[in-house]
């Protein structure tokens, strides 16, 4: 019999596993798996127990949010073996299950996750660390893990713009030297973003209209320090309506990517806290990692 290691984190969302996970593990047993059942703890335990355990499993399932996601992918391509992994989506906003075509619905995707097909997705290197989908500095990256769970659940994705607009008046920029495919820019920047997703923070197309999950370079998208209201409007204008007609926002494809800042920046891997760092080094892992999908799902 085949063996699957289901690992989930039971206060994702609103817990909602709670009112599924028999039927959830009812799926995985009548598609041939011996299953075995792993609450996580706290942070970091899904990586630990993934990367220790997962060679010797057949498939490796997750359930949770972003973050549940991002342990799980890192445990995974430390554990010595291309095991694949079916996602179970259950956080607030799962921008990188919208991305790839995982259906919102806990039982539909548990299903898809044992009964699908591996789809090998990019995953990006970041200094010594892994992400699934999603490298931010600056406005608004820190509002998905100050933001309490409560909000998260009561407002969706109204609370990641509330929070980030309260902190407007005191949007800090960085001084970044940043290469890329040949090229060298040195500019203020207020946000930057490296992803291979097309939602991010629930807010879909920011990324553009041409993205490849298993293309082997990411979407960058770089936004200037605004130096007068007119140019604010701008930048604001041009997410809104989704429409890159201004000179305030670098955006370009690479496989890899450097940045160099004279002092140490926050930044966010998946929507969780990245460290501070003054040098980062991106690196676009092509097809790097087996996820399950629908096999009539196009991504």
């Known amino acids: 019999m085949k063996k699957l290691l ?17 039927e959830i593990v009812d799926t995985m047993v009548k598609a041939d798996y011996e ?7 706290c942070a970091g335990d ?9 060679i010797g499993y057949d498939l490796v399932v997750c359930s ?4 549940t996601l991002d342990e799980t992918v890192s445990g995974i391509m430390n554990c010595g073996k291309r095991v694949p992994l079916g996602y179970i989506p259950a956080g607030s ?42 490298a931010a500095f600056g406005l608004f990256t820190d509002v998905s893990y100050k933001t309490s769970q409560e909000w998260k659940n009561v407002l969706g994705h109204a609370a990641y713009i509330l929070e980030g607009i309260k902190g407007l008046h005191e949007i800090p920029a960085f001084l970044m030297q940043v290469e890329f495919n040949n090229c060298c820019i040195q500019d203020e920047f207020i946000y930057g973003m490296i992803t291979n997703s ?8 920011m990324t553009g209209t041409d993205v490849q999950l298993d ?3 990411f979407e960058v998208t770089l936004i200037k320090k605004p130096r007068n209201p007119i140019e604010l409007n701008e930048i604001i204008a041009s997410l809104v309506n989704l429409v890159d007609d201004t000179n305030m926002i670098y955006s370009f494809k690479t496989e890899h990517v ?17 460290g501070d760092h003054a040098e980062v080094e991106i690196e676009n892992l092509k097809q790097a990692v087996d996820i399950q999908v629908n096999k009539q799902q196009k991504i």
């Open 35 to 41: 299953v075995t059942i792993y609450p996580t703890q």
């Open 64 to 67: 949770g949010g972003d973050g």
């Open 198 to 205: 097309t939602s991010v923070g629930g807010f879909k197309g």
């Open 6 to 22: 289901f690992v989930f984190n039971p206060f994702s969302g609103k817990a909602l596993i709670r009112n599924c996970l028999l």
């Open 215 to 217: 293309d082997g370079v």
């Open 93 to 134: 906003t799962n921008d990188f299950a919208t991305s790839i075509g995982i259906p919102k619905d806990m039982e539909a995707a548990a299903f898809d996750a044992v009964n699908g097909e591996p789809f090998p997705c990019d995953i990006g290197r970041f200094n010594d660390t892994n992400f699934v989908y999603v």
């Open 258 to 274: 450097k940045f160099t800042a004279k002092k140490e920046i926050p930044w966010t891997l998946d929507g969780e806290y990245g």
């Open 46 to 54: 899904a990586k630990e127990k993934v990367q220790r355990e997962a």
